[in-house]
């Protein structure tokens, strides 16, 4: 009884700290929340301003206020058309990436057979490998496979790409997790899909949501090998579209960052919506 009431005299000794250390502690935090938002701000407010006014840097509010940036976004180089392509890659390629990934992690996870360690080093030493290093490889491939140019070569390659972080991420999710409830359905006859995507599939939510919005994002911001793979201006993704910006608007500004909000904007609606699982899937096993 004693060790009891000393260890919870200790951790409410630990948990009390002077006013002066939650002041300091909260305006730090505020303060690089308020470094890092600042960027994103400016350039949302700036796709209301006029071109004069961003060039000039005369004041932070749009003054006149006018969304002329949006119209000529979508007018003058169609960015809704973009945007549908980047969609196309972004979406299918993300469920590309975590059927796969779901398939492979699972077994890898469960079940003792031989290589499977050797499996799970392959695909983790995946990620080692430099982006800049696939370029020649990947670019050869593709256009041996017939895919050069294409919106299927797309979702295949960014499917592959996204595959490695992906498979990581949902194996150790699914080692963490007790395997009673999955034995307890075979024992009631289900077979092994049944307990697949009746039973594991809803229990890995939580992750499934973190890496759907994690390789979602990051396919939605690629640039690279978009601009290696794709030609024709009908298959270019949003980032090659803000890129030729500059040649295709010449000196519009506001309709640069108006793009660029457009585009920001996806990504933050996408983590706004599934934030709860998010969390719970980046928190997940940290108290076992």
Request: charge should be positive; hydrophobic fraction near 60%; include cysteine.
């Given at each position: ?169 949902l194996r150790a999710f699914l080692v963490s997790t007790p395997p009673e409830l999955e034995e307890a359905a075979m024992m009631d006859g289900a077979g092994y899909f049944t307990t697949l995507f009746r039973v594991v599939l809803p229990l890995a939510r939580p992750a499934l949501a973190t ?78």
């Open positions: 009884m004693r060790s009891a009431a000393s260890g919870t005299a200790g951790l409410a000794s630990v948990g009390r700290r002077p006013v002066w250390a939650y002041v300091l502690i909260y305006g730090f935090l505020g303060a690089v929340t308020l470094l890092a938002l600042t960027p994103t701000v400016w350039v949302m407010l700036s796709s209301f301003k006029t071109g004069n006014q961003i060039f000039t840097g005369q004041g932070f509010w749009p003054s006149p206020f006018t969304v002329q940036g949006f119209v000529d976004a979508f007018t003058q180089i169609h960015l809704h058309e973009y945007l549908l392509n980047t969609l196309i890659y972004a979406g299918f390629g993300t469920l590309g990436a975590l059927v796969a990934a779901f398939l492979a992690a699972y077994p890898l996870a469960r079940f003792a057979f031989v290589g499977r360690n050797a499996l799970v080093a392959l695909f983790s030493l995946a990620l080692a490998l430099p982006l800049v290093g696939l370029a020649t490889p990947v670019f050869f491939v593709v256009r041996e496979l017939g895919l050069f140019d294409s919106r299927l070569g797309m979702v295949i390659f960014y499917s592959a790409l996204q595959f490695p972080f992906t498979f990581i991420v890496v759907a919005v994690v390789a979602f994002v990051n396919i939605w911001n690629e640039f690279f090998f978009a601009n290696l793979l794709l030609v024709s201006q009908e298959n270019q993704n949003v980032q090659l579209a803000l890129a030729g910006f500059k040649s295709q608007f010449g000196f519009n500004v506001t309709g640069a960052v108006a793009g660029a909000t457009v585009v920001m904007l996806v990504p933050i609606c996408l983590f706004l919506v599934l934030q709860r699982q998010v969390i719970s899937g980046l928190t997940a096993g940290a108290v076992k």
